[in-house]
Structure formats: C-alpha cells, structure tokens
C-alpha cells in the first residue's frame, strides 16, 4: 500500500482477471504403465504371493526411503555402523517403487515417438542401423586360434584344422540363425540397433534350456522395459502380466515372480554422463530442432487446410444475374472446382443496352506459387538433427551432384567415427554368446564397403603379390574358403619380381616415353633400341 505522505502519485486500480489455463494432457506419461499404484497391478499375473503380501504392506506407508530388499533393508556394517549416505531409491506406491525399478531421465514413449514422426530422425537413424548391423555378419578365425595354426609344425594337422573350421563356420551360422524361429539373427539385431538410436537403451533376451544351454534369442521393446536400482535384472510390464528378467550370466534369486529360471538380458545403452541406468538417444542433443520441425510443418498443414483467401473476386456490374444463376456461381466456385479445376464456367449475360455496359471481370487474388513457409528453417533444423547422429546427407540420398566429391570423404568420416566403433562394441558384447559354444571363432560385422570391387581386387593382389597378406587371408577378405596351400606366402618369379621392383621405384613411365620417341628415332628400323633405352627393372 503507498502512503500519500510518502512522495509517489497516487495512481489508479485497475482490476484484471484470467481465465485459468487449461492444463495439457501429456499422452506420452499417460502411457507408461509403471506410473500405474498397487491397486491398479495387484491383480496383474506373474507376480509371486511373497511378492505381493510384501507390496501390500509398502503399499499402506506414503514412501520409505530405505527399502531395498527384505534380507538388507539398510546396509549397516559391524559395531552397529550402518551407512549415512542419501538412498536415491525412494519408494513410492506406484510400479517404480514396488518393484525397485529406476525412472528413465526422458520419457521412453515420446523418444520413441520420435523415430515415428521426425523424417530426419526417422531417416539417420535407419542409416546408422544399417550399415552398422544390416550388412550381415560373418564368422572369422579368433587371434587365439590364428597364433596356433602359425605356431604349429605338422602342415597336415593345420590342413585338417583349417576344414574343421570350415565346417564349424557353417555349424555356428546354422546354430545362431535357428536360436528364433521367427527372425533372423539381422533382424533383431536391426530392432535393438533401432530401439537404441531412439531411445538410448536396447534390450537383447537370452533364453536357456534346461541343460543351460543358450536356446533363444530375441528383441523386447524398450518402452516396456524398467532396469532395477540395485542392477540385479529387469522388469518388463505388458497389459497386466509383470516378467522379470536377469542380467546375462547372473545367477541371483529372482524377487519379484515365480519363474526359478528367468531369461537373461544384454543391455545395450548410448552412454549419458548423467544416469548410469538407461542410456540417452543422440537426438536429443537436437530437440529443439525435431519440436521446431514439428510445429513447422504442423504450421503449413494448418495453413493449407484452414485457408480462408479466395482465388477469384468476380463483379458484375450492369446487370443481374437471376437468383438461380447466382446460386449456380456461388456453388461453383465455392466447392465445384475442388479436385476438378479444369472445369468449365458458362454464364450467359444479356446485352449491351444504350444507357447501360454489361463488365464481368474474374480478378485473380492469388496468382503466383504458394510457397510452404519456413523452408530455411526446416532445412536447418534437418541438418541439426544430422549433425547430432553425426550422419552425413550424403547417406541419406538427398545429396546432389555438386556434393559428391565429397560424399566419399563423407562417407569414410561416418564409417570410422560411427559404424565401426559401433561394430566393435557390439561385437564385443555377442561375442560372450559364441564364446559359450567356442572360442576358436568370433562373430563379426560386415563393415561399410567404399570402394568397388575392382579396386578391392587390385589391392588385394597387391597385398599378395607384394606379400604382405597370405592368399587365405585374402579369400577371408572375399568371404572365401581357405585353401590348403594358402598360408604359404607367394614367390614371384623373377620377371615378375622385376616389374613389381619396377612399378614400386615408379619406372615405368620411361616405356611410355621410349613408346612416343619411337616414331623420331633412326635405330627403329631395326626393330630393335639403342643400348641402354631398353627396359630397366633397377
């Protein structure tokens, strides 16, 4: 309150008012079932009855922020020391505190979403899928197994290894394509590989036998998929069935179902300093971009379906139509002409009279080309959104003449700094699978190929030639069976051991230019050269 004493002017109140907003209903947190409390998943299947008398009781209390499991409730060493370090598992009555499950930093559903409705989104990371695990696989020799056939004295026991390892080969592809009998093996990897790029986590299943042999491969959603805080599996909630998973290779109690052998799970995340739970999609460093992108184009399909601005203004002057005719116009322009505006338009007017000038005019208001607006702008947004999947345009087909010279400078940056290291850490990962069954191979990705296959052959030969590389290392190379003889390296001869001497101290050019002096040199007749302009392998 102001005083009149206090030296201000007294102004004038105005009151105001607002109509208090209407708040939007966020459809993406609606979706996930784990905000879902114990009334609404009690009835759920898969959980166990000691699972859920424990819940009931949780249930009854607001939160506990010491809950852990019933066997360590808060973890305390000897003397009665116990730890005083804040429990960041807070537990709540809803699906995350009941089953000790970790919230993601970003909603799960609308990363996802994205994949669907962002194109450049949709488009890189289609591109990052495939030339990462989409080019197939193949099976190579493992180091290991490679320094023992090189240490080896007995050339006809390395002869009979190198045939069962052939047939091994084709044994191991057969095992690992049979493990799913509904998808191949590049499949699912396509999937989790997609699941990752979209929402930062991908989850591979392992189902075993009863022998705990590996007897299953599969994709799971992401989206239904919550890790648990003390890292000892997953929980997977679909429609009212609840399913724990446990980490590949562990062999702890399962907490929350009945299932005394549940499946396993690898765990493929895009690393984020900030959680160290679920992983972070590469396009989220270009969120402004994507939602930017967004209300564009939603702009320019609001534009073209809510226009109000007529094509034509028609006047009439000096005459009057009839009721019918006037209605038959309006008709017309109105909605006669949509999808069909090549019609004809006929309206008959009576003539000219001495005091009177019949005018009919058509005046266009809109006559150039209608344009989408912010084209500049979803253009950048485009190339924002590739910079963070760091994917060059060059791999998504949209590049035009001008840029192919440097599509392949592109295309080998790509290559080196993000298909590839993605292959190794995935290979990395599968290969704890092979390792169950053998470890005289390994499974590896094929890799992005940027050169054509006659300049591969030309540098293969080289290689060979030159001995640098074995014959069988370069059948492996064109995913060829070894031979018998090809650990040997190869001997050239002497003719050619002096060519290749030649081409490598680059002394060839002297028979082009002995070749163009021929016609101007007087010893060519008889057909043989001058001493010393022969051939010379120095």
């Known amino acids: 309150m102001i005083n009149e004493n206090d ?13 208090n907003a209407v708040e939007e209903i966020n459809k993406f947190a609606d979706s996930d079932i784990f905000t879902k409390t114990w009334e609404d998943i009690k009835t759920f299947n898969g959980m166990s009855q000691n699972f859920k008398r424990r819940a009931a009781r949780i249930a009854k209390m607001e939160y506990t922020d010491a809950y852990i499991d019933d066997a360590n409730a808060v973890q305390s060493g000897t003397n009665d020391a116990k730890s005083k370090a804040l429990n960041p598992g807070v537990v709540y009555r809803n699906a995350y505190g009941l089953f000790d499950v970790i919230t993601p930093p970003y909603n799960l559903y609308e990363l996802a979403n994205y994949y669907d409705t962002s194109f450049a989104n949709h488009a890189a990371i289609d591109a990052k899928v495939e030339n990462t695990v989409g080019l197939g696989y193949d099976f190579v020799v493992s180091d290991k197994t490679t320094i023992k056939l090189e240490m080896a004295d007995n050339q006809d026991a390395v002869n009979r290894a190198r045939n069962r390892i052939e047939r091994l080969k084709i044994q191991l592809r057969d095992w690992i394509e049979n493990l799913n009998q509904d998808e191949s093996f590049t499949s699912i990897m396509e999937k989790v590989f997609t699941d990752v790029h979209s929402t930062g986590n991908g989850y591979i299943e392992i189902g075993r036998t009863t022998t705990g042999d590996i007897g299953y491969i599969g994709h799971i959603p992401t989206t239904t998929m919550r890790v648990r805080r003390m890292h000892d599996g997953f929980v997977q909630m679909i429609a009212n069935k609840v399913v724990y998973f446990r980490n590949f290779g562990a062999k702890n109690v399962n907490p929350i179902t009945d299932d005394p052998r549940p499946n396993e799970i690898i765990h493929i995340k895009e690393y984020s300093p900030l959680n160290t739970f679920y992983g972070v999609p590469d396009v989220l460093a270009a969120m402004p971009a994507v939602l930017g992108d967004a209300l564009a184009a939603q702009y320019n399909i609001d534009f073209f379906q809510n226009k109000a601005t007529p094509r034509y203004i028609v006047t009439l002057k000096g005459a009057q139509l009839t009721a019918e005719s006037e209605d038959k116009l309006f008709r017309f322009l109105q909605s006669g002409l949509k999808g069909q505006n090549h019609r004809t338009l006929y309206i008959p007017l009576p003539g000219d009279s001495e005091g009177n000038k019949v005018e009919f005019k058509m005046e266009p208001v809109e006559n150039g080309v209608q344009e989408a607006s912010f084209s500049a702008y979803r253009k950048q947004n485009r190339d924002d959104i590739l910079v963070a999947h760091q994917v060059p345009l060059s791999k998504l087909g949209g590049s035009d003449a001008s840029q192919l010279a440097a599509a392949l400078s592109q295309d080998r940056t790509f290559k080196e700094q993000v298909a590839r290291p993605a292959q190794r850490n995935l290979e990395k990962i599968l290969n704890k699978i092979i390792r169950e069954k053998t470890d005289v191979l390994e499974l590896k990705f094929n890799e992005l190929t ?21 014959p069988n290392e370069a059948r492996e190379v064109l995913n060829l069976p070894e031979r018998e003889d090809g650990d040997t390296p190869v001997i050239p001869n002497p ?33 043989r050269n001058p001493k010393g302009e022969g051939r010379s392998s120095q």
Do not use: C, H
Not at 450 to 470: G, H, P, R
């Open 7 to 19: 030296g201000y002017e007294r102004f004038p109140i105005i009151n105001t008012s607002w109509d």
């Open 495 to 527: 003719r050619q051991a002096a060519d290749a001497k030649a081409n490598n101290n680059k002394t060839r050019t002297r028979d082009a230019q002995r070749q163009q002096n021929q016609a101007d040199n007087t010893a060519t007749t008889s057909g």
């Open 450 to 470: 940027l050169t054509d296959e006659l300049a591969q052959s030309q540098i293969l030969t080289n290689y060979v030639k030159n001995q640098i590389m074995v």
